[in-house]
């Protein structure tokens, strides 16, 4: 019925070790995402704007819609002309551009 005083004292310690282990699956869980899958995410991001800062004239692409066609301008403001036909061309957004298919080689001077 009575507590003694020993036991009390034990009951009061040990709060800052239990503190560490109940956060350590938390952090644990990030770390496992982060590798799982926001770094992939990542590094796609970075692989999809480096193909389209490298759009050019005459490369064949494959837009988000499955459009195929052939760029025939490239603007600055995010836009680039695709042609997908004859005498057809469209304006197309440069971040909807999922695929070239044949990339064309710089021009040598």
């Known amino acids: ?63 988000q819609g499955g459009i195929v066609g052939k760029v025939v301008k490239v603007q600055e403001d995010g836009m680039i002309e695709v042609e997908i036909a004859e005498n057809v061309k469209v304006k197309v957004v440069k971040a909807t551009i999922t695929t070239v298919l044949n990339k064309t080689e710089a021009a040598t001077a």
């Open 1 to 63: 019925m009575f507590v003694t005083p020993a036991y009390a004292q034990a009951a009061a310690t040990g709060g800052a070790g239990s503190a560490i282990a109940s956060f350590l699956p938390l952090i644990l869980i990030f770390g496992i995402m982060y590798f799982l899958m926001i770094r992939p995410q990542q590094k796609k991001m970075k692989e999809h704007r480096a193909l389209v800062e490298g759009l050019r004239r005459g490369d064949q692409v494959v837009t």
